[in-house]
């Protein structure tokens, strides 16, 4: 089992930036896990945003957030990111991260058997 803690949510203007933080620890190990964030907005589903396999290669992302968010981890510290810039109203959720055993960083929520608690993002116009 993986424990996850976020941290970095808060309010900001649209067109601002946030970043992201995750710190993993428990049973992980960098190149047979897959990470992402998800986020879930009130009275909607849970949706994905960004996912990287830890070993590497091209992390995925939402049409919705491409161009805007970048995920990225550092290993050493056991730490996932995502950067978020011109940010809009409309990414105003709670935003999770999440990790699987794998090397598909798919963005299926039901395939992420281990969550964090969550953080809150909140984009006035």
């Known amino acids: 089992q993986v424990q996850l803690v976020e941290s970095g949510g808060g309010s900001v203007q649209a067109g601002g930036s946030l970043r992201l933080s995750c710190a993993a620890s428990g049973d992980i190990s960098h190149g047979t896990y897959c990470m992402g964030w998800f986020r879930q907005a009130p009275g909607k589903e849970r949706e994905g945003v960004a996912g990287?396999?830890?070993?590497?290669?091209?992390?995925y992302y939402a049409d919705a957030v491409k161009g805007r968010f970048t995920i990225s981890q550092d290993n050493a510290k056991n730490t996932l990111f995502l950067q978020m810039d011109s940010l809009k109203p409309e990414d105003t959720a709670m935003y999770y991260c999440?990790?699987?055993?794998?090397?598909?960083?798919?963005?299926?929520?039901?395939?992420?058997?281990?969550w964090g608690q969550g953080t809150q993002v909140i984009v006035s116009s």
């Open positions: 999440a990790a699987r055993f794998g090397y598909s960083p798919a963005l299926t929520v039901a395939d992420y058997p281990d």
């Open positions: 990287i396999y830890t070993g590497g290669g091209r992390p």
